[in-house]
C-alpha cells in the first residue's frame, strides 16, 4: 500500500463554486502560473505517484457555497484516478481543508473523531479537535484556551487485508505577526502565536499518546510547518512541533527525515518545500511534510519517499514530472509504501 501526504498550494483557486475545474489562462493563485498549468501539473504529479491514499493539506474549501468533496471528485475523474472517494472532517474558515482522497477498493475509511465534545479538559486532557484546549502557556498560572484554525482529521481506515491504521492529518502553522508594525509588537506576537502552535502540538501528541497507549496502528500525516532552524525564536522553547509529536517518553513515532533533521545541525538535511524569496532573490528550502508512524508500522519495514525534483534521481531524469512539481505546489509530495 503507498500512502502520501501532499501540501497543494491553493487548491481551492482551481475550482468554480460547483466544483468544476477552472481550466483556463486564468492566473492561478501561484506566481505567474496559470490555473490550466496548474492543474495539468497536478494530474501528473498525482499520476506519477499513484498512491491508494493522499492526505491533502490545503484541500479545496468547504462552506455553505463550496464543497471540499464535489471538487476532489470532479479532479479525480478529469484524471482518471483510482483515488476517487474523498473523507473529510472538521471544516474550518481558513479555504484550506484536510482531505483524504483514496481508493475504495484498498481501503475504507470514516471519520472517526476522539476525545469528549463540551468543555475543555485540564491538564492531560485531550478535547475533541474541534473544541478548546487548556493549558498554561506561558507559565502564569492562569489556563490558556486554545483552538485549531485547521482541526486534524482522524481517520479510521481498513485496509484489504482488514487491518485497522488510525491516520491523523494534521496543518499546524504558526501565524504570522498581522497587525504589529513595531519590532516589539512583532517579536511579542511572533513568540505568540509559536507558542500557540507548540500548543497544538502538545494536543496532537496527547491524541497520538492515547492510541498508541490502546495498541492503535498510528499515522501522522502532514505539514507541521516547524524544525530546525525554521524560527527565529525557536532558541526560547525547548522543543519543536515535529520533536514534540514523535514524542520524548513512552512509544514514539518514526520518521526517518524528521530524525536526519533534528540530527543534522550544521550537516545536510531532506527537503520537502521550495519558497521564493523575494526580498533576497533566492529560494529557501525546508522540511516540513512528513509521515510519522508508530512502533508496530516500523516493524512492517516500510519505505518512505519524498518526491523532489532535484534531490530525487528519477524526479530529476523525468523532465515532465520535475516540471510538474515545480509547477503544482510550493511542497513535494511525500509517500509511504507499507505491507499492510
Known amino acids: 500500500m503507498r500512502l502520501a501526504t501532499y501540501n497543494v498550494e491553493w487548491f481551492d ?81 481558513t479555504q484550506q481543508e484536510i482531505a483524504l482522497l483514496y481508493d475504495p477498493a484498498v481501503l475504507s475509511a470514516r471519520h472517526d473523531p476522539a476525545g469528549e465534545r463540551g468543555p475543555a479538559q485540564g491538564d492531560g486532557g485531550a478535547p475533541r479537535f474541534d473544541g478548546v484546549f487548556r493549558i498554561d502557556l506561558d507559565i502564569d ?37 498581522h497587525g504589529a508594525q513595531t519590532r516589539d509588537q512583532i517579536m511579542r506576537l511572533g513568540i505568540a502565536n509559536r507558542r500557540k502552535q507548540l500548543a497544538q502540538a502538545i494536543w496532537l501528541r496527547r491524541r497520538v499518546a492515547a492510541h498508541l497507549e ?9 505539514d507541521l510547518n516547524d524544525g530546525p532552524g525554521l524560527d527565529e525564536y525557536e532558541h526560547l522553547f525547548g522543543r519543536s512541533s515535529v520533536e514534540i509529536v514523535l514524542g520524548d517518553g513512552g512509544p514514539r513515532l518514526f520518521d526517518p527525515h524528521a530524525i536526519q533533521a533534528l540530527n543534522a545541525k550544521l550537516g545536510a538535511q531532506p527537503t520537502t518545500a521550495r519558497f521564493y524569496i523575494s526580498g533576497e532573490q533566492r529560494y529557501l528550502q525546508a522540511m516540513l511534510d512528513y509521515i510519522m508512524v508508530s512502533p508496530d508500522l516500523v516493524a512492517r519495514g516500510p519505505k518512505w519517499h519524498i518526491w523532489h525534483p532535484f534531490d530525487d534521481p528519477v524526479c530529476w531524469e523525468t523532465p515532465e514530472l520535475r516540471q510538474a512539481l515545480l509547477t503544482a505546489s510550493d511542497h513535494f509530495p511525500v509517500t509511504l509504501d507499507i505491507d499492510i
Open 13 to 93: 483557486s482551481l475550482f468554480d463554486e460547483s466544483g468544476a475545474l477552472l481550466v483556463d489562462d486564468g492566473w492561478s493563485a501561484r506566481h505567474d502560473i496559470t490555473r490550466a498549468q496548474q492543474i495539468e501539473a497536478l494530474g501528473i504529479v498525482f499520476t506519477a505517484m499513484d498512491a491508494d491514499a493522499v492526505m491533502i493539506i490545503e484541500a479545496p474549501d468547504g462552506n455553505s457555497r463550496r464543497d471540499t468533496t464535489r471538487s476532489l471528485k470532479s479532479f479525480a475523474a478529469v484524471f482518471d484516478l483510482r483515488t476517487r472517494e474523498v473523507l473529510t472532517g472538521f471544516v474550518n474558515d
Open 141 to 177: 498560572a492562569t489556563e490558556d484556551k486554545v483552538v485549531f484554525s485547521k482541526p486534524p482529521l482522524e481517520v479510521e481506515a481498513v485496509t484489504a487485508k482488514g487491518n485497522v491504521l488510525r491516520l491523523i492529518g494534521a496543518h499546524l502553522k504558526s501565524k504570522a505577526p
Open 214 to 222: 490502546a495498541g492503535d496502528s498510528v499515522i501522522v500525516m502532514g
